[in-house]
């Protein structure tokens, strides 16, 4: 079968590999659509990590073989590619995302393949069948939209028409604004992005300010304390973006950290800002299998269609282009297909 794989020179080549035997309790899909993930191209970057790995997570598939009593050839499904163990402290506090068993790949060997095989924990807790009518363009947004999610639970927001600023209008900033819209309707949501381009994006998807991030300080009033925004998601990252998001945060406020940052990334604040004025920063990091079913249920409800943010369907011998279109910014979410 065919696989996209990562080189030595950090993108992905097309190469053949053995399907994977599935065992009791297992399946093996094909693959329909694998988004390519801003963890995919952290992960491309990182020059630690050993050529030859078969990335993607964000899998929709079609089952073609199956020794689990829940599957049978022919469903449809999303294939989340980590789930907890459910019974250890951090599940139980509520950190499921930090369990020990979460960070195994559940997919063999991962979604960038033509064929996978979805290993029993992933059978049992992360693999969900979709409606017929749910378009598999939005399905590959689950994982996503469910890391989303759990960003949006952690900022807590308590009123009916929070404030919200996302910094950063790529992908993952617009798939807040959209899930922000899916489950706050009355959100007041203020995006802040350099490119014209993303920012006339946001404005189309229904972002209610959109400005650069220079311009994004004057929005929030020092001299009034009820002003400035009730959450500030980072989609963006580092010393600049931080300054930004606890700047225009409301004393109490909460800033929620998504991106990824490398393994010596440090930021410095006034401590007051955060001290002094109650401000939270909090991180956000992957998604639980309980919002990956909320998400799919926002999904079939129709209250969240992220599609408008798809730019690019590409088959798996062209995922090198898929990286550049991505690292070049000309691209928002490239679904990879077979
Ligand atoms: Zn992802
Ligand atoms: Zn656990």
Do not use: W
């Not at 017929?132 to 960003?151: K, M, Q, S, T």
């Not at 790529?170 to 490119?195: F, N, Q």
Request: include cysteine; aromatic fraction near 4%; glycine fraction near 8%.
């Amino acid at each position: 079968m065919k696989v996209a794989r990562t080189t030595a020179a950090g993108s992905l080549e097309l190469a053949e590999a053995p399907e994977p035997p599935i065992r009791t309790g297992e399946a093996l899909i094909e693959l329909v659509y694998c988004g390519l993930c801003g963890t995919d191209l952290y992960k491309l970057a990182d020059a630690d990590r050993a050529p030859g790995e078969v990335l993607g997570h964000e899998v929709v598939g079609r089952v073609i073989a199956s020794h689990a009593d829940s599957l049978a050839p022919g469903d449809r499904v999303i294939a989340p590619h980590h789930a907890p163990c459910g019974d250890c402290r951090l599940c139980r506090s509520g950190a499921e995302t930090m369990c020990s068993q979460f960070a195994e790949n559940l997919l063999d060997p991962g979604g960038f393949s033509e064929r996978l095989r979805l290993k029993a924990r992933a059978v049992q807790r992360t693999v969900r069948k979709l409606d017929d009518g749910l378009a598999d363009e939005a399905a590959a947004f689950v994982e996503p939209a469910a890391c989303v999610l759990r960003g949006i639970d952690r900022a807590d927001l308590r009123r009916k028409t929070p404030a919200i600023v996302v910094i950063g209008a790529g992908s993952m900033g617009l798939l807040h604004l959209l899930v922000v819209r899916a489950v706050s309707p009355g959100a007041r949501i203020v995006i802040a992005e350099p490119d014209a381009g993303r920012r006339a994006t946001a404005r189309r998807l229904g972002a209610d300010t959109v400005v650069p991030p220079d311009a994004i300080a004057d929005l929030a009033d020092p001299a009034k304390p009820q002003a400035g925004a009730d959450a500030v998601f980072d989609t963006a990252g580092g010393q600049r973006a931080f300054d930004l998001a606890l700047e225009v945060t409301r004393p109490g406020g909460r800033v929620v950290l998504f991106a990824h940052a490398a393994h010596d990334a440090r930021v410095s604040f006034d401590i007051n800002a955060v001290f002094r004025s109650e401000r939270q920063v909090i991180g956000a990091y992957s998604g639980s299998p309980a919002e990956q079913a909320r998400v799919l249920d926002l999904l079939h409800e129709g209250a969240l269609d992220p599609t408008p943010l798809v730019t690019h369907r590409l088959p798996l011998d062209r995922a090198a282009e898929a990286v550049d279109l991505c690292r070049r910014r000309e691209a928002l979410k490239v679904l990879l297909h077979p």
